[in-house]
């Protein structure tokens, strides 16, 4: 029996697996040798999976999911045909139990169990949302900048390396945690393409919407506009319509105490240097 055990922004979890799996990066900077967790995942392997969705309420292309007295089970496709899976997950909130098919067993490793489990599920679950941006440490504070894809989100956090002495923390994804009235961004162990990935926690500073432009312009939104800017990046949780409403509530929060802008910009030292002069107050204060 192979046992590791995680944290990750305010979650623990222990993993519990009948095979040997491996700690790939940067899962390893994410281990925690704590004694108790928040979650028990047990990972098991047959060559017949033990349930069959028939009539499934969520359905992807990765996935089929149902809930049953309390419980989400959910089935996962293989890339190989959309009649065939390879993983199905009982979850009833705290005790999550995967089990793979046994021909897949080789692919087991830490990314492949944390995408099985669902951290965008475990996020909302513990009151927090994983926001599609890139995270940098600046003055002991963290800005996040936010958008689709290909808007220039990492490349926004690597001008702050360059020119503004910035730490980029995690160049694809954060997420985002209250305590005690303060929203934290946390580090994780996905960043998509960008191989940026610290294990760190850091106050929010502010939330920086992008969108490309000829010239530099920033101004702040508030209300439902700063609210459609955050929830479209969020990444869902499509299958809980109980957890999509604690993603609401969250976001709803978070524009309350954290201030968010929307920021026209280009991709060179000048977007820096304007975007810094508007956040200077924001970058001193404790």
């Given at each position: 029996m192979m046992i590791r055990k995680y944290k990750i922004g305010n979650f623990t979890a222990e993993v519990r697996s009948a095979s040997v799996f491996q700690?790939?990066?940067p899962f390893t900077r994410f281990m925690y040798d704590g004694e108790a967790t928040d979650y028990s995942?047990?990972?098991?392997?047959?060559s017949d999976l033990p349930h069959k969705i028939e009539n499934p309420y969520y359905s992807s292309q990765d996935r089929v999911c149902d809930c049953e007295n309390g419980v989400l089970r959910c089935c996962y496709k293989s890339h190989d045909s959309d009649n065939e899976f390879y993983a199905c997950r009982t979850d009833d909130g705290k005790n999550i139990n995967i089990v793979i098919d046994k021909k897949y067993s080789d692919m087991l490793r830490a990314d492949v169990i944390f995408s099985l489990i669902g951290i965008e599920e475990i996020v909302?679950?513990?009151n927090g949302c994983?926001?599609?941006s890139s995270f940098i440490e600046k003055d002991g504070g963290?800005?996040?900048f936010t958008g689709p894809c290909a808007i220039g989100k990492s490349t926004q956090a690597n001008l702050w390396r360059d020119y503004a002495d910035a730490v980029v923390v995690n160049g694809d994804k954060t997420m985002i945690f209250e305590k005690n009235g303060v929203f934290y961004a946390s580090g994780m162990p996905f960043s998509g393409s960008s191989k940026d990935c610290l294990n760190k926690v850091l106050p929010i500073k502010a939330i920086v919407g992008l969108q490309q432009a000829k010239s530099n312009?920033?101004?702040r939104v508030v209300s439902t506009e700063a609210f459609c800017e955050l929830y479209k990046n969020c990444y869902p949780v499509p299958y809980s319509r109980e957890l999509t409403?604690?993603?609401v509530d969250f976001v709803n929060s978070l524009i309350s105490s954290v201030p968010v802008y929307d920021f026209a910009c280009l991709a060179d030292e000048s977007a820096v240097r304007y975007l810094e002069r508007e956040l200077c107050p924001l970058l001193q204060s404790p």
């Amino acid at each position: 029996m192979m046992i590791r055990k995680y944290k990750i922004g305010n979650f623990t979890a222990e993993v519990r697996s009948a095979s040997v799996f491996q700690d790939v990066e940067p899962f390893t900077r994410f281990m925690y040798d704590g004694e108790a967790t928040d979650y028990s995942v047990n990972i098991e392997f047959s060559s017949d999976l033990p349930h069959k969705i028939e009539n499934p309420y969520y359905s992807s292309q990765d996935r089929v999911c149902d809930c049953e007295n309390g419980v989400l089970r959910c089935c996962y496709k293989s890339h190989d045909s959309d009649n065939e899976f390879y993983a199905c997950r009982t979850d009833d909130g705290k005790n999550i139990n995967i089990v793979i098919d046994k021909k897949y067993s080789d692919m087991l490793r830490a990314d492949v169990i944390f995408s099985l489990i669902g951290i965008e599920e475990i996020v909302a679950e513990s009151n927090g949302c994983v926001l599609h941006s890139s995270f940098i440490e600046k003055d002991g504070g963290a800005i996040l900048f936010t958008g689709p894809c290909a808007i220039g989100k990492s490349t926004q956090a690597n001008l702050w390396r360059d020119y503004a002495d910035a730490v980029v923390v995690n160049g694809d994804k954060t997420m985002i945690f209250e305590k005690n009235g303060v929203f934290y961004a946390s580090g994780m162990p996905f960043s998509g393409s960008s191989k940026d990935c610290l294990n760190k926690v850091l106050p929010i500073k502010a939330i920086v919407g992008l969108q490309q432009a000829k010239s530099n312009a920033i101004r702040r939104v508030v209300s439902t506009e700063a609210f459609c800017e955050l929830y479209k990046n969020c990444y869902p949780v499509p299958y809980s319509r109980e957890l999509t409403g604690v993603i609401v509530d969250f976001v709803n929060s978070l524009i309350s105490s954290v201030p968010v802008y929307d920021f026209a910009c280009l991709a060179d030292e000048s977007a820096v240097r304007y975007l810094e002069r508007e956040l200077c107050p924001l970058l001193q204060s404790p």
